[in-house]
């Protein structure tokens, strides 16, 4: 199958390309394609822009439902877990006989773990990757409205009726990514993932910011906070604690998810140093640094708020003062989205792709590129493709009619967040690891990545069961095509 991200290439292009770089010319990589420019830096943007979701602002929230020690001890063992099991797969890019590499997560599934597998993995990944763009959508939409609402309340006074539709605002997200879908492939999203990542930090450090403010001016005092969180009691049942606990859990560790993407990031490294090298450190360099506002957003706004801290941070501060930083922080979640819808999008257009130069491959429709130039001298050019322009449009105008269809289908992402988890991010590096490495059964190392294993498993299962209670909560309201803030 044809890599994530590559350039529109007849066979022959390809077969010259290999003897160029035989020649010594460094526009080609040893597979042919034109050389790899993605260093430790770009893959970090491209991974914060993956890792980093508004769902950083419900982790208040989380902390709120678990308490000091097992909220902080959650956010840190999730860590150290994604970085652990992202080691792992970052060291099947390559095979370990060939030294071929594997373009994307299924072809490194399909050539440890075999056939079965990778057809497993294939629909997981795929519904999981257009759930999150779907539910990247809704959220942007949420923003923007929020937006609007934030400055009819300053401009009209708090008592005014500033009820917002959400559903234009989807539609125009929709439009704008109908765009940004036609950047080509992985390679060159380095900018827009750079943007997005800024971005996130901007927000969640708007958010923290905040919540530290409350706290040190004394505000949050009316907010207890405990060891154990939330307590049983007046308007808390033991079983309702329980079922919140469960979704704090899957928040959490759904928060550090962005394995499904990993492998084709790894994708646009350079050769040398070694790819599996470079993708540890910016797993490194990324995770480490999301855990740090993850920390903060987490700590500070349950310091602030105590055991009422909102769903969404920057919701506990209302929609009024300060309104213009807040939004700010709603602009920033937006801008963020836009790019990191392109992030998880494009794994989906590329194997649309693949497969249709494969069926294909004398259609000009499908292997022909128009270049248009944007100016005279020819330094701003863009590349389309027929094929390409249909497919995304269509993939982009379907998901955006599901958003507008299931407005509750936050919901549904959490359910689909939980059912991938656990495959993605856990079991298929650590089986992968086993296999390639012929560790035996009942071994100590066995033993650990099982424990390991199993653990997650448990969490996937909890998480998956409180996101069901939420949308059976949710479909008992549910009105299509009606959003309203």
Known sequence: MQGFGDQIFQVESSQSGLEIQKDGNKEFDDDGKPKRTGNVWTASAHIITGIIGSGVLSLAWGVAQLG???????????????????????????????????YTYKEVVKNNLGRVMYMFCAAVQYVNLTGMVIGYTITASISMAA?????????????????????????????????????????????????AAVMSFAYASIGAGLAFAKVVSGDGHGGRTLLTGVEIGAGLTAAEKIWRMFRAFGDIAFAYTYSQILVEIQDTLKESPPENQVMKK?????????????????CFGYAAFGTDAPGNLLTGFGFYEPFWLVDIANACIVLHLIGAYQVFAQPIYSVVESWARRKWPESEVVTREYTIS????????????????????LFVIFATFIALLMPFFNDVLALLGALGYWPLTVYFPIEMYIAKNRIGRWTRRWLGLQLINSMCFLVAVAATCGSLQGLGKALMTYEPFKVKD
């Open 68 to 102: 000091w020690i097992i909220g902080v001890a959650t956010l840190v063992i999730f860590s150290g877990i994604t970085i652990y099991t992202s080691s792992l797969l970052a060291d099947c890019y390559r095979s370990p006989l060939t030294g071929k590499r594997n």
């Open 147 to 195: 937006i609007q609402k934030s400055d009819c309340f300053h401009s009209r006074g708090h008592e005014a009726s500033c009820s917002v539709s959400h559903n234009p605002y989807m539609i125009g997200m929709g439009v704008l990514e109908i765009f940004l879908s036609q950047i080509p492939n992985f390679h060159k999203l380095s900018m827009l993932s750079v943007v």
């Open 282 to 298: 910016a797993n490194l360099v990324a995770v480490s640094t999301t855990t740090a506002f993850y920390m903060m957003c987490g």
């Open 374 to 393: 944007l100016d005279k001298k020819q330094s701003l050019v863009i590349s389309l493709n027929l094929f390409r322009l249909i497919w995304r449009s």
